[in-house]
């Protein structure tokens, strides 16, 4: 495995300078009114595990660790984020929990403050190292989980990401369980052919540990690009093999939420289905992304990459042009990611160098 540094199309930037520039601190509104609130940071493109949709099992191009964001980098993005209106910053991968210095960057977002008060800090992880750091970030002021858990069979489970890893998974989730971190999600990728069979079991399983499902389609994220939109099993599928064991009820307010929630057998408990490809919901989408390099993208399917790097490094940052990068890589979004058009493109980035 060589590491190399990645370099993709970026767009337009504005300087400080420029008179039709926001100023710093504006609200990050985009042309069709999306009010931005939420920035998902990706802290490394490494994983622990080599899932079959997400990345090949040998040969990945690592990004060049000369090019990943410190810890100080990262807060300088999030401080200026937040003062425009970031509300949540979502800790992402690859696997954030390979991040020898993750506790230290969950406190230091941890105490930020946007103009609405402080803000969260949630984390997206496979739960392997969970168990082992997880008091460290309650501590810090994290404030929700989500973990990765696809499938409950140890077979099934090592065929899938390629490594026998599900009994430290478990752990993690009762960890998780155990910590009073609430909402806890569990969150699973439907694949035909794969865990088709399981849902109904990988609810009740997220049940027993008093945390929510969700149901993922499977998306044309694969470093791969190997993507077959007929082995994704669609929200309808995924809906109707719930419904042979409960009820299910729509719950409202969904607001800019990625998943769908629908009440089991009346609540209070709950599952979610985030149907990006047959039901998206870019209409209400507030989120960004900061990938590991450094680089801001607008949309989880979009090529295109405003880059932070140079003005992180420069000799005087300041905050001004970190403001106006954002301002603009919020005015190039586009109204959707347009996966059912036929001019579709998959992302150059694999889901583990983009971040969830």
Known sequence: MVAVPLTL????????EDPTAPALGQPLVDRFGRVHR??????????SLRC?????????????????LSTDEIVRVAQVAAASGITTFRLTGGEPLLRADIVDVVRRLAALESPSGPVEVALTTNGIRLGEVLPDLVAAGLHRLNISIDTLDRDRFRELTRRDRLDDVR???????ASGLRPLKLNAVAMRGVNEDELVDLVAFALDHDAE?????????????TWDRARMVTRDEILAALATRWSLEPIPGRGGAPAERFLLDGGPAAVGVIASVTAPF????????????????????SNDEYDLLPLLRSEEP???????????CVAGKLPGHAIDDPSFLQPVRGMNAIGG
């Open 9 to 16: 199309r970026t767009g337009r930037s504005l300087s400080a």
């Open 38 to 47: 939420d920035l998902r940071i990706s802290l490394t493109d490494r994983c």
């Open 52 to 68: 079959t949709y997400c990345m090949p099992e040998q040969g990945n191009e690592w990004l060049a660790r000369t090019s990943i």
């Open 171 to 177: 752990a993690g989730i009762a960890a998780a369980a």
């Open 213 to 225: 499902m969700r149901f993922i389609e499977q998306m044309p994220l694969d470093a791969g690009h």
């Open 282 to 301: 870019c209409g209400a989408c507030d989120r960004l992304r900061l990938t590991a390099d450094g680089q801001l993208r607008n949309c989880l399917f």
């Open 318 to 328: 300041g905050s001004e042009p970190i403001a106006a990068r954002l301002h603009a």
